[in-house]
């Protein structure tokens, strides 16, 4: 009995004690001005690593869901775009959906948007827009039926859905448009009006056989609009005029022998571009047929201007994702079987470093 008692006025003396010491406070970091050689590496759970690829220093970590599948930045007001899924019970449970305004200098959320659940959860770059007016960002959604969500970032409000039954992406255009792909072979132009509704909508011809030789839905943009690539290593040149869709004339990635040797195009998001040297980079596998998401083992080089071959490197570790710098002397990072993101010089073509820290697997890799 008294070891008891002196048991539990031990236990309330040491309590009183604790009581008596004050909380410690956690300082917080902020984010500097980022540069243009600093990349997001999407990570197998969603997470979105920062890092400078010149020196492959971290510089930090969104920590957004495994069901996001990009995030937009908008550096007029210091902040980054998450279109995310969240379930009560992580992978099960009531669904919402939201849009998540992660604040550029803390990376802490600071904002949510709610919109209907129906975000198309893939890693896709272009499944995340913001308009050239700079407030209206549209979200692709996917049930499987497609539409886009609006939002106005400057009100924090949910704007609309608009259905795009068939077609899918959001690549952005002049005059607060966006393009996207149709199952049909066709490519639309959706316009906003200034309250982010559909103002017009424009179809093109069909330009592409959907079974004779798709194009993949791994877009990139260039300074006249945007940049394809089909299944059989065809390039085309996309852009908009007014309300006219053009596309160009395609030239080929493959030489005759390459084709007949099985080179193809293939990965995750396997196309890169740099704009001031006008160059296309390519990952490209040797497995032939329908090997559209095998991992690439080489990386071509184009210049886009004369539609050549001017490299082709012998990859560390083979890779489904890359993304090229914009900087004068550009880089060009790789996410690699190996579970490292592998940084190559394009001047002169050598592995520069290779950066291990990203968390279960690297995988999408976007600019900042």
């Known amino acids: 009995m008294c070891f008891r008692l002196m048991s539990i006025l031990a236990l309330l003396i040491t309590n009183l004690a604790l009581g008596d010491i004050a909380p410690e406070t956690v300082g917080q970091a902020k984010m500097k001005p980022p540069t243009d050689t600093w990349i997001l590496v999407r990570d197998g759970l969603g997470a979105f690593y920062i890092f400078d690829a010149a020196n492959g220093d971290m510089q930090g970590l969104i920590g957004a869901t495994n069901f996001t599948p990009a995030l937009e930045a908008n550096a007029e007001r210091g902040e980054i775009y998450a279109a995310e899924q969240h379930y009560a019970r992580t992978r099960r449970g009531a669904r919402t959906d939201v849009v998540t305004i992660y604040d550029y200098e803390t990376l802490s959320p600071k904002a949510e948007i709610e919109v ?17 007016d700079r407030k209206h960002l549209v979200i692709f959604n996917m049930t499987p039926a497609q539409s886009v969500s609006v939002v106005n970032v400057d009100t924090r409000a949910f704007v609309g859905e608009i259905s795009t039954p068939g077609c899918a992406l959001i690549m952005q255009t002049a005059g607060s ?11 639309q132009l959706i316009r906003l009006d200034e309250n982010g509704g559909e103002a017009k909508r424009v179809r093109s011809k069909q330009v592409f056989d959907i079974e004779e030789d798709p194009f993949f839905d791994k877009p990139v943009p260039t300074p006249e609009g945007w940049l394809v690539v089909s299944y059989q290593g065809q390039v085309f040149d996309v852009s908009v005029e007014g309300d006219q869709i053009n596309v160009s004339k395609p030239w080929s990635l493959l030489s005759a022998e390459e084709r007949e040797a099985s080179w193809r195009p293939g990965g995750g998001r396997f196309v890169g571009y740099h704009a001031g040297l006008d160059l296309l980079l390519v990952l490209m596998n040797a497995e032939g047929g329908f090997s559209h998401e095998s991992a690439g083992t080489e990386l071509w080089i184009y210049d886009r201007s004369e539609a050549r071959k001017v490299a082709a490197v012998k990859l560390e570790a083979s890779g489904s994702n890359l993304y090229v710098t914009q900087n004068a002397e550009p880089l060009v990072a790789v996410s690699g079987t190996d579970r490292q993101v592998h940084v190559y010089d394009i001047a002169t073509t050598k592995r520069m470093r290779s950066i291990s820290e990203v968390g279960v697997s690297p995988g999408y890799i976007q600019g900042f």
Not at 179 to 186: E, N, S, T, V, Y
């Open 177 to 187: 448009g966006f393009l996207q792909m149709c199952g049909d072979g066709r490519l």
């Open 116 to 132: 209907p659940k129906k975000v198309a959860a893939l890693p896709f770059r272009q499944y995340i827009a913001l308009m050239d």
